[in-house]
């Protein structure tokens, strides 16, 4: 993220923008109410609330523009960054020699370049998005509902802890559960792509009812571990929408009573009402955060990981053999892809120019290494 340094912190400024436009619409509407409309009930002009009504479309449109601009350049940056995870991904695996890719499967290579780089895309798609709005627009309302009602901002900030609380015992619970439902994903991957690719000696030794019992065996625990996620979630999403509603319940009352008493405006009490769906819709935003966010920690180990590994030949400083012409000869070759399981043990040949030899022998005997430029 380091080159885009620059496009960040635009695109912070512009977020900044875009929430204080946002957030000036409910001081927009109670400027209308208590200023606007009686000015014109009252058999004065309507210039006050014309006015006001201009700065609410302007409002709106700066919105609406600085939310086109941040979603077109983080889209930019996000698909960049995810350009050079895969390309990095892909040529280190490359690089590596045989022995890893012997004990590192295929399915588990596809699972890592696949499972793993969209788990980063899924937080990237978003994530920088609603990490600026569950921070931004929290303080924001707060101070502003504090300002309008000093009394019945406190009232609206007291069920503060609970949320504070609940989210903590979410992030405890779902961090664990996240990286399992990730390694969980992994291996339904990997088992249907090993599957697969040796499909042909499946039927042909018939272990096609094994194989799917191993199969239906890990999709099993994929279901369970998942289910564990949504138990979760139906606890988080519902606790924070109660706490809402509670809280709005408890203003209308409170802030009505004071309508009526000639203690508050209607347009101060019309802009809490507006305020309070806006203070807690981040929440939401920082639960599905946070998820992503689980998701794309779970899968950058794996990654840092793999990324980690070195091949046991380094080919930097080679030198490309160009065309030759001469004899062939090996003389008593030893070789091996793993320590202990030798290949080839002892082999010497000498093949002239021009002489084409015929290797024969059984399956893994080692024909395919001679030939072999590395």
Not at 112 to 121: G, H, I, S, Y
Not at 258 to 269: C, H, P, S, W, Y
Not at 346 to 356: D, I, R, S, Y
Request: hydrophobic residues 50%; glycine residues 8%; proline residues 5%.
């Amino acid at each position: 993220m380091r080159p885009h340094a620059s496009t960040l912190l635009l695109l912070l400024l512009v977020a900044v923008l875009e929430n204080a436009a946002r957030l000036s619409v409910p001081l927009l509407v109670r400027r209308g109410i208590d200023y606007g409309i009686p000015s014109i009930t009252q058999g004065g002009s309507a210039g006050t609330l014309l006015l006001i009504v201009v700065t609410l479309c302007a409002a709106v449109l700066i919105h609406g523009i600085c939310r086109w601009f941040f979603l077109s350049r983080a889209g930019v940056v996000r698909l960049t960054v995810l350009l050079d995870l895969r390309r990095k991904v892909f040529r280190h695996f490359q690089r590596l020699d045989t022995a890893f890719h012997d004990r590192y499967t295929t399915g588990r290579v596809v699972s890592r370049l696949t499972n793993d780089v969209e788990a980063v895309q899924d937080m990237l798609a978003a994530g920088f998005d609603r990490l600026i709005t569950a921070a931004l627009t929290p303080l924001g309302i707060a101070m502003l509902l504090v300002a309008l009602d000093w009394q019945l901002g406190l009232i609206c900030l007291a069920v503060f802890p609970a949320l504070l609380g609940l989210g903590a015992w979410f992030r405890a619970e779902s961090s664990k559960t996240y990286r399992e439902v990730r390694e969980s994903t992994a291996l339904v991957i990997m088992q249907f792509i090993e599957s697969m690719a040796g499909i042909k000696t499946l039927q042909a030794y018939r272990q096609e009812p094994r194989n799917q019992a191993v199969f239906e065996d890990i999709a099993d625990q994929y279901q369970v571990i998942n289910e564990k996620s949504f138990k979760l979630m139906a606890v988080f999403t519902p606790g924070v929408k109660v706490i809402g509603d509670l809280t709005i319940a408890m203003v209308s009352l409170y802030g009505g009573r004071r309508v009526l008493d000639g203690e508050m405006t209607i347009g101060t009490f019309a802009a809490f009402l507006l305020y309070l769906p806006m203070f807690f819709e981040p929440m939401h935003e920082i639960t599905h955060f946070f998820n992503a966010f689980q998701a794309a920690t779970s899968a950058l180990e794996k990654l840092a990981a793999a990324l980690r590994r070195r091949p046991a030949i380094e080919y930097a400083g080679t030198r490309t053999l160009g065309s030759v012409r001469g004899t062939v000869a090996f003389n008593n070759v030893h070789f091996g892809y793993v320590p202990g399981r030798p290949v080839l043990s002892g082999v010497t040949l000498t093949v002239p120019a021009g002489q084409m030899v015929a290797l024969v022998g059984p399956s893994g005997a080692g024909k395919t290494r001679p030939p072999s430029p590395n």
